[in-house]
């Protein structure tokens, strides 16, 4: 039956690719345009003929467990499977390795690619994600009253604080904000939402890169935006790390594969509530870079890579699966949870962990470093420590465990600013929600609330 079902989701997944390939040379809002009627089609057969049909169960444990698995948001650009992991339309991760254009002279998915697909639902053509680069990067400089903000601000104030701040001063310009004010149709909310949110984009890197020079490397000169380098390969460069090819290879691959994680999530819900106030995009993911900044979200892997390195210093270069299980075990003995493993959806490895684990098995110089071999190691060893712990639904690894240790290899070693890359990141799937919530006319979010007597009192009747 597994084998069946298996074989059935590798036809599904071939099927897609072959439909998705058929899109043509044209500019992403010309794409949005011909896919937007239909969405809005869609999302009227269900109001009319389905808005009663029920979708699940509300429960006490919904209620008080932070909604954890309520089937009460639309989302358009990915879905996560708990057995699968996460589909962008559809699609696996190994699925966009296949068919989503790379970089020139690279191999891995890159932040265009991404784009294109989270937004329209197709696969964009090699000319068409060229096209969007040039697009991203003649919008990329950042205002001069932006750079003026970033530069006064103390350097131990958290890179995620900058990176917010800096976010929301470029509401400043916004296409929305202007448009709304002077009196514009709902069916044109989408448009003007749209140009926000690419001028957002194209301006995360040099706004991002600035926050690291500032902090960091101060006086250092930035490179200006080079127009024939994709969005990655200009935030690298500007990083002060362009000469790294392998480094701007996997910064391509991390961001595009953390670019969308279905809409639950903290920063993608921040972003899509705010958003549904009408407030522009600008405010809308300042608020989600915030939520993204709390320790249970964002700054997960920066834990992760602390703990690794703590597991290092203590056992030494003797990596034994026997040490890192006493290790495991005195880190659950002590009332901590083990960092990099477990994931309020996921029931199975997350496949975004995979394919960051197979980017290391082609590189022997990141196999030969003794903080990736921790890592695959108590990989090998945590799920068996976990369930016999049985304190966790999910004793697998989530993309946390291995994203921190190879930036670390190559040289980006200030975890603080680990985030403001996740930042960079989640703009691809939080701000492609935001048009489509303009697009569909989504309303303002507004759920009901209980206190716990009127939860006793409902129990009862």
């Not at 991390?254 to 993608?268: L, P, R, V």
């Given at each position: 039956m597994l084998r069946h079902s298996r074989i059935a989701s590798s036809s599904f997944s071939r099927a897609i690719l072959n439909q998705r390939r058929l899109a043509s040379t044209k500019t992403i809002r010309e794409v949005l345009?011909?896919?937007?009627?239909?969405?809005?089609?869609?999302?009227?057969?269900?109001?009319?003929?389905?808005?009663?049909?029920?979708?699940?169960?509300?429960?006490?444990?919904?209620?008080?467990?932070?909604?954890?698995?309520?089937k009460s948001m639309l989302w358009e650009a990915s879905v996560l499977d708990p057995i699968e992991g996460i589909r962008f339309h559809g699609m696996t991760i190994p699925d966009c390795q296949k068919a989503l254009p790379a970089?020139?002279?690279?191999?891995?998915?890159?932040?265009?690619?991404?784009?294109?697909?989270?937004?329209?639902?197709?696969?964009p053509t090699e000319a068409e994600t060229r096209q969007l680069s040039r697009e991203l990067a003649e919008k990329g400089d950042l205002p001069a009253h932006v750079e003026k903000l970033v530069d006064s601000l103390p350097s131990s104030l958290h890179p995620m604080t900058q990176l917010g701040m800096g976010v929301a001063a470029l509401n400043h310009d916004s296409k929305f904000a202007a448009a709304?004010?002077?009196?514009?149709?709902?069916?044109?909310?989408?448009?003007?939402t749209l140009e926000d949110c690419m001028n957002l984009i194209a301006k995360l890197p040099a706004l991002a890169a600035r926050i690291y020079r500032n902090v960091y490397n101060p006086g250092k000169p930035l490179p200006g935006i080079n127009k024939e380098l994709d969005l990655v390969g200009n935030y690298v460069n500007m990083l002060g790390f362009g000469g790294n090819h392998d480094l701007t290879e996997y910064l391509r691959l991390y961001i595009a594969i953390h670019g969308d994680h279905e809409g639950g999530n903290a920063s993608a819900h921040t972003a899509h509530l705010v958003g549904s106030t009408l407030s522009d995009p600008y405010l809308s993911y300042a608020a989600a870079l915030y939520a993204l900044a709390g320790p249970l979200h964002g700054l997960a892997n920066q834990e992760v890579l602390r703990w690794q390195?703590?597991?290092?210093?203590?056992?030494?270069?003797?990596?034994?699966?026997?040490?890192i299980k006493e290790y495991l075990w005195k880190t659950l003995k002590s009332g901590q949870v083990v960092p990099g493993y477990g994931h309020g959806v996921l029931r199975n490895p997350d496949p975004r962990f995979i394919a960051l684990q197979q980017f290391c098995d082609t590189r022997?110089?990141?196999?030969?470093?003794?903080?990736?071999?921790?890592?695959?190691?108590?990989?090998?060893?945590?799920?068996?420590?976990?369930k016999e712990h049985g304190k966790t639904k999910?004793?697998?690894p989530n993309v946390d465990a291995a994203s921190g240790c190879v930036l670390y290899h190559y040289g980006l070693t200030q975890f603080k600013y680990?985030?403001?890359i996740f930042g960079v990141s989640r703009a691809l799937g939080a701000l492609t929600q935001l048009v489509w919530a303009r697009a569909l006319g989504l309303p303002i979010e507004r759920p009901k609330s209980l206190s716990m007597d009127t939860i006793e009192k409902l129990i009862k009747q």
């Amino acid at each position: 039956m597994l084998r069946h079902s298996r074989i059935a989701s590798s036809s599904f997944s071939r099927a897609i690719l072959n439909q998705r390939r058929l899109a043509s040379t044209k500019t992403i809002r010309e794409v949005l345009e011909e896919v937007v009627p239909a969405k809005q089609a869609q999302l009227k057969k269900l109001k009319t003929e389905h808005s009663q049909a029920v979708l699940g169960d509300v429960k006490v444990e919904h209620v008080i467990g932070g909604m954890r698995g309520l089937k009460s948001m639309l989302w358009e650009a990915s879905v996560l499977d708990p057995i699968e992991g996460i589909r962008f339309h559809g699609m696996t991760i190994p699925d966009c390795q296949k068919a989503l254009p790379a970089a020139p002279g690279g191999k891995e998915i890159i932040a265009e690619s991404m784009l294109w697909l989270l937004l329209t639902g197709r696969v964009p053509t090699e000319a068409e994600t060229r096209q969007l680069s040039r697009e991203l990067a003649e919008k990329g400089d950042l205002p001069a009253h932006v750079e003026k903000l970033v530069d006064s601000l103390p350097s131990s104030l958290h890179p995620m604080t900058q990176l917010g701040m800096g976010v929301a001063a470029l509401n400043h310009d916004s296409k929305f904000a202007a448009a709304y004010e002077q009196g514009i149709k709902k069916s044109e909310y989408w448009t003007h939402t749209l140009e926000d949110c690419m001028n957002l984009i194209a301006k995360l890197p040099a706004l991002a890169a600035r926050i690291y020079r500032n902090v960091y490397n101060p006086g250092k000169p930035l490179p200006g935006i080079n127009k024939e380098l994709d969005l990655v390969g200009n935030y690298v460069n500007m990083l002060g790390f362009g000469g790294n090819h392998d480094l701007t290879e996997y910064l391509r691959l991390y961001i595009a594969i953390h670019g969308d994680h279905e809409g639950g999530n903290a920063s993608a819900h921040t972003a899509h509530l705010v958003g549904s106030t009408l407030s522009d995009p600008y405010l809308s993911y300042a608020a989600a870079l915030y939520a993204l900044a709390g320790p249970l979200h964002g700054l997960a892997n920066q834990e992760v890579l602390r703990w690794q390195l703590n597991m290092r210093k203590e056992i030494g270069d003797n990596i034994t699966h026997d040490n890192i299980k006493e290790y495991l075990w005195k880190t659950l003995k002590s009332g901590q949870v083990v960092p990099g493993y477990g994931h309020g959806v996921l029931r199975n490895p997350d496949p975004r962990f995979i394919a960051l684990q197979q980017f290391c098995d082609t590189r022997p110089e990141l196999l030969a470093d003794p903080v990736i071999q921790l890592v695959k190691k108590t990989y090998e060893v945590a799920p068996a420590v976990l369930k016999e712990h049985g304190k966790t639904k999910n004793p697998y690894p989530n993309v946390d465990a291995a994203s921190g240790c190879v930036l670390y290899h190559y040289g980006l070693t200030q975890f603080k600013y680990y985030t403001v890359i996740f930042g960079v990141s989640r703009a691809l799937g939080a701000l492609t929600q935001l048009v489509w919530a303009r697009a569909l006319g989504l309303p303002i979010e507004r759920p009901k609330s209980l206190s716990m007597d009127t939860i006793e009192k409902l129990i009862k009747q």
